[in-house]
């Protein structure tokens, strides 16, 4: 019996609105496939915009031009998820790679950085409520809540006034572990032990570098400053894991590190002084690995400031702890120079004279000829001492000027590296013309409290750094790995920084610097066949809302990035200029200048 037509028609109907709804189900499920895989996906390479066959550079200058056919219109933006995203210090990642680390040894907060697979290919949106952050030297007492939504340090920490949670705001005492009463009073106690001129611990400019180990929200640098002593505070991502974060909302140098298995990326001989502040570390373990890790990077005389209870408390477990690093410490020829209370001040041998003295098989022993002190990149670290070379010997000192005719005056490390003086001084006049014309530049955008915190990714021997010393920032000067040694010139000239593999993401939280200088960078990257956008990505990251980017490079390169600034978001201002020539240019060169939009 055949179906009334009706009953046909219906059954056609059906069908067909069943198709519709299937079709509609597809594509909806499609898009959200295509939504959260652009979200999450890996990221991209530089070939897939960018043929290596069209802009190769060559010997002599000669090149290519840039593929003209770029199509990326935008990036996409990350899940809130991913708001405080630290790609090299990913617990999720760690979790996924199901790597064996030794927790003991603190391994899980060392840099871990992901494959290029893994790698996010999208904006870091900053939290919800963001705003443009409070400008120093105000920021140095407060933050905006809503720019670190994080309080549970106020809390934890309520007992020793690390930080006030106070309406909208973040208020900072100046409080830490071991000193409830203020930074400032702890470190002229620090300069009365040490019997410094006029409580001052700079000591007439002989102080001048400081690492803080475990430096909770860094208020002992903070108040460093006003003594002239730059502090590189560090800490991990820890349990504490925004301390860093508050630090550089601050405006406070900090970055993200830890005392494990590896050597922290600093040269030998960087620092006058390092302090702890009862930063919990395990002095005695492996030998004394820790502490000699930090013999390394003292200079002759540097000093150990250490406050926690082991240095006085009177119950057994803490006089054993005391007894034994006060043995590991006179075997490393360090002498007590102060203590007092709970706190205790070690100095380092200006000579070899005392490691040369030791008996046959003491240990640690003395490092091998062949170990090189300044290598400090993924290096493991090494239980043994680091014998001061037969200069230093024979001259029982660094030989560096007080702060601050050391920024200027060639230091003696540059024998070392073949650099004459005049190169340095040379280096050091460009840079500070360079500097004057890239603020002449910005001057119809920026206000003067418009910088804080500044990085400069390919630093050289710091010149950059160095012109701007007289302002209110601080600059983070990146040394690229295969110029690591470059670094010790930026320290011996009293400023700070890193060495870095441009590859891979820094190690600090989204949106830390108000602006990034990269000069002749991505020619450098581009040499190591890595990729434009991953670096570009990772600038936007670490960039603040409203932050400036300085790029020098090539023209083509150049070229190239402008048509990625929309996608980027880096369009709200922009400036280019052909700079004239001098020394340092290779080439034709152009300097194009951006502001990142809120």
């Known amino acids: 019996m055949k179906p009334r037509k009706e009953e046909s028609r219906g059954f056609g109907l059906s069908q067909k609105l069943f198709s519709y709804l299937l079709i509609a189900s597809v594509i909806c499920l499609s898009l959200l496939c295509l939504f959260y895989g652009t979200t ?21 200058g000669g090149r290519a031009l840039l593929a003209s056919n770029v199509t990326v219109s935008s990036f996409p933006v990350c899940d809130k998820r991913l708001s405080e995203l630290i790609p090299c210090s990913d617990r999720n990642l760690l979790y996924q790679m199901r790597l064996k680390l030794n927790l003991s040894l603190m391994e899980h907060y060392e840099r871990h950085c992901p494959r290029q697979s893994r790698r996010y290919n999208c904006l870091i949106p900053p939290p919800s409520g963001y705003k443009v952050p409070i400008r120093w030297p105000a920021s140095r007492d407060e933050v905006w809540k809503a720019n670190i939504p994080h309080t549970h340090l106020a809390s934890e920490k309520s007992d020793q006034r690390w930080m006030v949670v106070n309406g909208d705001k973040i208020n900072f005492p100046g409080g830490g572990t071991h000193f409830h009463f203020g930074a400032d009073k702890y470190i002229m106690q620090i300069a009365q032990m040490l019997r410094f001129p006029k409580d001052k611990l700079n000591n007439k400019g002989s102080i001048r570098t400081v690492l803080d180990i475990g430096c909770g929200v860094a208020s002992f640098g903070a108040y460093l400053l006003s003594h002239d002593i730059l502090a590189m505070s560090l800490a991990p991502n ?37 302090h702890c502040s009862r930063c919990r570390i395990d002095w005695l373990q492996r030998d004394g690995i820790l502490m000699l890790e930090l013999d390394r990077v003292l200079r002759p005389g540097g000093y150990f400031v250490y406050s926690s209870p082991e240095a006085y408390a009177l119950d057994e477990k803490n006089r054993r702890i005391w007894a034994e690093m006060s043995d590991l410490a006179k075997r490393m020829c360090w002498e007590i120079a102060s203590k007092q209370d709970q706190t205790v001040i070690w100095v380092k041998p200006l000579n070899n004279e005392c490691y040369l003295k030791r008996n046959i098989g003491t240990l640690p022993p003395i490092c091998y000829q062949g170990d090189d002190p300044d290598a400090a990149w993924n290096v493991p670290m090494r239980a043994c001492i680091t014998p001061y070379s037969k ?18 005056a060639p230091p003696p490390r540059l024998e070392e590296l073949g650099i004459s003086s005049d190169k340095f001084l040379k280096d050091n006049d460009i840079w ?35 012109s701007l010393v007289h302002m209110n920032v601080w600059v983070m000067n990146v040394v690229p790995v295969n110029k690591s040694n470059n670094l010790k010139i930026v320290y011996d000239r009293g400023l700070i920084g890193t060495v870095h593999d441009w590859c891979e993401a820094f190690s600090t939280y989204p949106r830390t610097y108000d602006l990034l200088h990269a000069w002749m960078l991505f020619s450098e990257i581009e040499k190591q066949g890595c990729s434009f956008e991953d670096l570009l990505l990772e600038m936007d990251r670490i960039l603040r809302p409203l932050g400036y980017v300085i790029i020098r490079d090539k023209a083509p390169i150049i070229d190239y990035i402008k048509k990625l600034l929309k996608a980027l978001r880096w369009d709200d201002w922009s400036s280019e200029v052909i700079p004239k020539r001098d020394l340092l240019s290779s080439g034709e060169e152009k300097v194009m200048i951006v502001r990142k939009k809120l």
């Open 40 to 60: 999450f996906a890996p990221s991209l390479r530089r070939s897939d915009h960018y043929d290596p066959t069209s802009h190769v550079i060559g010997e002599g």
């Open 238 to 274: 820890d349990v504490h894991e925004n301390q860093i974060q508050f630090a550089l909302e601050r405006g406070i140098p900090s970055t993200l590190g830890v005392l494990g298995t590896r050597r922290l990326p600093y040269p030998s001989r960087s620092f006058e002084m390092a």
């Open 391 to 408: 200069r230093v010997d024979r001259e029982m000192g660094s030989e560096l000027l007080p702060w601050p005719r050391r920024l200027t």
């Open 432 to 466: 500070h013309s360079r500097r004057i014309k890239y603020w002449k530049q910005m001057s119809p955008e920026i206000q003067k409290n418009s910088f804080r915190n500044i990085m400069d990714m390919n630093a050289n021997f710091g010149g950059f750094a160095a």
